[in-house]
């Protein structure tokens, strides 16, 4: 099956750091990205959606100049956590889809997360 | 906008079956998909249903009724490695953007007691 790679799976850093996370697609096309956010025991919350050469859709309420994403290829897409703080902490998911009726369309596939930890 | 509720908490013992429901509100609908989450791990995907009916996968399957708007998640022959969470999601579409999106319900987390 589809396999979507998140890198990397475990950060930990200072308070006002830039932290980038990669997501990508290993045997597929990512048209789409999808960046979710997950806080202990609840749901996953989509951020944003990113289309393969454009800007990125984001979720109300979440910071486009806070959370920048590039999906600059088929296979790549990034998530920057710009001067991080505390409360960004928190556990951040990629998900790829490639073109509908195509390997990768459906079902949607998730990487295995990263755990940003701000101290 | 979209919703999505789903119990919070499910607690059964081993060899027994569960039944998880879903229910949403959305508009252009594309599908309800369910995917499981273990402590600490990232969603993996369990069923996808497009169209009314069951799907059979194994000791998993699920079920959608488009016009109730209502889904559910059956689990039949509990094993303990069933304790996790499991999200019902809607892929919905979104015509401002031309494209479709996942989105996921609060979690029901399972308890499987020996």
């Known amino acids: 099956g589809a396999v979507v790679s998140q890198h990397p799976s475990w950060v930990i850093c200072k308070s006002g750091t830039s932290v980038k996370i990669e997501c990508r697609s290993l045997?597929?096309?990512?048209?789409?990205m999808f960046w979710y956010r997950q806080f202990p025991k609840q749901s996953l919350m989509l951020m944003a959606t990113?289309?393969?050469?454009?800007?990125?859709?984001?979720e109300q309420g979440v910071e486009k100049d806070k959370f920048l994403i590039n999906h600059a290829s088929l296979t790549l897409s990034t998530l920057t956590v710009t001067s991080a703080h505390p409360e960004d902490s928190s556990f951040y998911i990629c998900?790829?889809?490639?073109?509908?009726?195509?390997?990768?369309?459906?079902?949607?596939?998730f990487g295995d997360g990263t755990r940003l930890s701000i101290l | 906008g979209q919703s999505l509720e789903q119990p919070s908490e499910v607690t059964a013992v081993e060899g027994a079956i569960v039944q998880i429901n879903c229910t949403y509100q959305?508009?252009?609908?594309?599908?309800l998909s369910w995917y499981q989450q273990h402590d600490g791990g990232a969603p993996t995907f369990l069923s996808y249903?497009?169209?009314?009916g069951l799907e059979e996968t194994g000791r998993f399957s699920s079920f959608l009724s488009r016009s109730d708007s209502y889904g559910y998640l059956l689990l039949q022959e509990l094993q303990m490695k069933d304790s996790a969470s499991y999200f019902c999601?809607?892929?919905?579409?979104?015509?401002?953007?031309?494209?479709?999106?996942?989105?996921f319900g609060a979690g029901t987390r399972l308890a499987v007691h020996p």
């Open positions: 998900s790829a889809r490639g073109k509908v009726g195509t390997k990768g369309d459906q079902p949607q596939h």
């Open positions: 045997d597929f096309q990512a048209t789409t």
């Open positions: 990113s289309n393969e050469g454009s800007k990125a859709t984001y």
């Open positions: 959305t508009s252009g609908f594309y599908g």
């Open positions: 249903n497009a169209l009314d």
């Open positions: 999601a809607v892929r919905s579409f979104m015509f401002s953007g031309g494209y479709n999106k996942l989105i």
